[in-house]
């Protein structure tokens, strides 16, 4: 069986010029494993590439793909960045907020979805976009987030 430390080290094989290289692919195999990024994963993946958790730290704090607390089953992410602004992001915030019971940033009560409101999801021409289960949708529109929140389990 393979077990993380050597996963991360295949990874490595791939980075030539050093550890530090292969940080993001790491820490997100760390998040796949565990489902987010804590104190221990944090640890372990710095431990694999020999850097220190600080560094690992550092790295996981700035991207918005790194989730450093428990998250729910659905994830829900809406980009607020300048273009998605100008389209209206904050009406699609407001209006998932309303559909979950729950402000951005906070998680359903039973644990089943997460919303967050992100920096940038890298759809600028097609604003607002907002990720579903890490599944781009373009265009939204702060009227389709009732019909996005009923579909989560279809």
């Not at 030539?16 to 372990?44: D, M, V």
């Not at 428990?70 to 602004?85: D, F, K, M, S, Y």
Request: net charge negative.
């Amino acid at each position: 069986m393979t077990t993380f430390f050597d996963e991360v080290q295949e990874i490595r094989k791939r980075y030539p010029a050093g550890a530090r290289s292969a940080t993001l692919p790491a820490l997100r195999l760390a998040q796949e494993k565990h489902g987010w990024l804590s104190r221990e994963a944090i640890e372990e993946t710095a431990d694999a590439l020999e850097v220190t958790p600080a560094f690992c730290y550092s790295v996981a704090s700035f991207y918005d793909m790194f989730h450093l607390e428990p998250v729910g089953r659905h994830t829900i992410e809406i980009c607020t960045n300048l273009p998605c602004a100008l389209c209206g992001a904050q009406k699609v915030v407001e209006a998932f907020e309303s559909a979950l019971g729950i402000s951005a940033g906070e998680t359903t009560a039973d644990g089943e979805v997460t919303l967050r409101a992100v920096e940038c999801l890298g759809g600028c021409g097609y604003a607002t976009v907002v990720a579903v289960d890490h599944r781009y949708r373009q265009n939204v529109k702060a009227e389709d987030a009732a019909e996005i929140v009923e579909g989560l389990d279809a």
